[in-house]
């Protein structure tokens, strides 16, 4: 499998769940990013791990956990999510935390 | 306030002819401009990007102008196709931190 893989594509949470997003690149790369996107919004940085420590961390309320294992994997661990966390969270990869950055498709979340 | 404007959510152009996407800046930080390309259940895709010192960048079909005195980048499309039509945003790279800075995009439908 190529570039990077993001499982599931879809969710679905109350607000009471926990649940964990999947994140994996095929490209070697060293950095990987955890976006948000909301309608109407732009792309919102959440988290930003290079060679496996966090470098960024945009304020993002501590209901969203990161965890990067090693170097081609990224989770973002989810609980008492709130209905207005619901957007597409999108993963991204970059050769370091400068270069150009590629994206997997995206887990589509719902929190009810 | 948005550093990075897309004014226009959407554009229509009929196949063969130049799509036009345009995209304004306000940080005068900004170093280096992105075009990533996103169709509906993927992630965005790197499309092309220009450093500030350059005015124009072409690969193929796809050419970057940018102004830096207007602060305004955009990007052409030449000839247009209907595998064309997807959500075009513009991201600027913020010379001293370092964070890519999104727009809200503009979708671009190509009408065979």
């Known amino acids: 499998e190529t570039g990077v893989t993001q499982t599931p594509r879809h969710l679905v949470m109350g607000m009471t769940n926990k649940k964990s997003l999947k994140c994996e690149q095929h490209?070697?790369?060293?950095?990987m990013y955890w976006y948000k996107q909301s309608a109407k919004k732009p792309l919102e940085l959440m988290f930003v791990?290079?060679?496996?420590?966090?470098?960024e961390n945009n304020s993002v309320p501590s209901r969203f956990s990161p965890e990067c294992p090693n170097s081609s994997h990224l989770f973002l661990h989810l609980h008492t999510l709130q209905p207005e966390d619901s957007a597409l969270y999108l993963c991204?990869?970059?050769?370091?935390?400068?270069?150009?950055?590629?994206f997997g498709p995206g887990t589509r979340l719902l929190v009810l | 306030d948005q550093q990075v404007k897309q004014n226009s959510p959407s554009l229509s152009v009929q196949e063969g002819r130049i799509s036009i996407l345009n995209c304004d800046y306000t940080?005068?930080?900004?170093?280096?401009f992105l075009w990533y390309k996103k169709y509906p259940a993927e992630g965005p895709t790197f499309l092309i990007s220009?450093?500030?010192i350059k005015d124009k960048n072409e690969d193929g079909r796809f050419t970057v102008f940018l102004n830096k005195s207007a602060k305004h980048l955009s990007l052409h499309i030449v000839p247009s196709q209907p595998g064309d039509s997807a959500v075009y945003f513009c991201?600027?790279?913020?010379?001293?931190?370092?964070?890519?800075?999104w727009g809200l995009g503009t979708s671009l439908a190509v009408n065979p």
């Open positions: 991204a990869s970059s050769q370091s935390s400068e270069g150009t950055q590629y």
């Open positions: 490209l070697g790369h060293n950095a």
């Open positions: 791990y290079s060679l496996e420590e966090r470098v």
């Open positions: 940080n005068s930080m900004f170093d280096y």
């Open positions: 220009i450093s500030s």
């Open positions: 991201a600027a790279r913020d010379g001293n931190n370092r964070k890519l800075i």
